[in-house]
């Protein structure tokens, strides 16, 4: 499978999700079939792209906004990029803003 593709991405989903890769392949290789099944049918094939949407990224989310509760002044571009004005640590009885 090509990288950055819709196919590639929704197998390492199921992978992580089925918990085997075997299994994995027999899904993916099921909805490629039933693609090249459409497209000898007459029906055009349309690239859908990268599957957006790190599973983390979610979580990551969730717990800026709970810093922004907190008072913390976050600036969030995207999960590689964090920037706090505070300095913020983390200890065993919670988050201390400093």
């Known amino acids: 499978m090509k990288r950055g593709t819709f196919y590639r991405a929704k ?5 992580f999700r089925l918990g085997s890769a075997n299994k994995a392949k027999v899904a ?3 909805r ?3 693609a090249i099944y459409l497209i000898l049918g ?3 094939y349309r690239e859908i ?6 599973p983390h990224e979610q979580k ?3 717990l800026v906004n709970q810093l ?3 008072g913390v002044d976050i600036k969030h571009v995207n999960h590689q990029m964090i920037v706090s ?3 913020i640590t983390v200890e065993k009885t919670g988050i201390v803003l400093s």
């Not at 197998?11 to 992978?15: D, Q, R």
């Not at 792209?49 to 790190?54: A, N, Q, S, V, W």
């Open 85 to 87: 004005d505070r300095k």
């Open 49 to 54: 792209g990268y599957m957006r949407g790190d």
């Open 28 to 30: 993916i290789a099921n």
């Open 68 to 70: 922004r509760a907190l």
């Open 42 to 44: 007459g029906q055009e």
């Open 60 to 62: 990551i989310q969730k």
């Open 11 to 15: 197998y390492n989903k199921l992978v």
């Open 32 to 34: 490629l079939a039933r």
